[in-house]
């Protein structure tokens, strides 16, 4: 079965590098050959609206999107997790998410959480990289123990999860030996 890859964890912690990394090992090895990059495809589903009245929309949508392409690898960078995460730290409201992972469980979906060591100068580094990447960004930066607080949400929540998860270290960046334990996870040794 295609991979469905979820990666999920607080802001700052890695995601974006890693699925890097894991998509720039499954894209190759499964690419048809012609001249579209068909091989894996990467979705960043949270572009603003988790924690909004939008998130669930989005979260029932694209995982209509999953079932309809469920013959592709396919790797998302935020998704249900994310928007029970954000509805409960910033609207202090909680939904059962366990349909959702039901349909999830008929893809064989699986779930990355990323994670960093609690040190508040790793943090402000990363966030400092995010802002210089993405100016934007610094209106809605937190102070480093605001992420610590999330990742702890992220941490808490994992575990009441249906999927195969995995719960990764990614303080340390650029990590080889964390790409090939995520590939193991996956099957893809």
Not at 176 to 189: D, S
Request: overall charge negative; proline content about 3%; some cysteine.
């Amino acid at each position: 079965m295609p991979h469905k890859i979820i990666f999920e964890g607080a802001e700052l912690s890695g995601k974006s590098y890693l699925m890097s990394q894991i998509y720039n090992h499954l894209e190759p090895k499964y690419n048809s050959g012609g001249k579209i990059l068909d091989g894996c495809h990467w979705f960043n589903c949270d572009v603003g609206l988790y924690g909004t009245e939008h998130g669930q929309i989005v979260v029932n949508k694209y995982l209509e999107l999953l079932e309809n392409l469920a013959d592709l690898n396919i790797i998302l960078e935020k998704f249900h997790i994310t928007e029970y995460v954000y509805q409960k730290l910033y609207n202090n409201q909680e939904y059962d998410f366990s349909n959702i992972e039901d349909r999830l469980k008929k893809l064989d979906a699986k779930i990355i959480l990323t994670s960093f060591q609690e040190d508040e100068e790793l943090i402000k580094k990363r966030l400092q990289d995010r802002i210089n990447l993405y100016p934007h960004y610094a209106k809605i930066a937190q102070q480093p123990a605001e992420y610590i607080k999330q990742q702890q949400e992220y941490i808490d929540i994992i575990k009441q999860s249906k999927l195969d998860y995995l719960v990764v270290d990614s303080s340390e960046l650029p990590n080889q030996k964390l790409v090939a334990k995520i590939l193991k996870f996956l099957g893809e040794e």
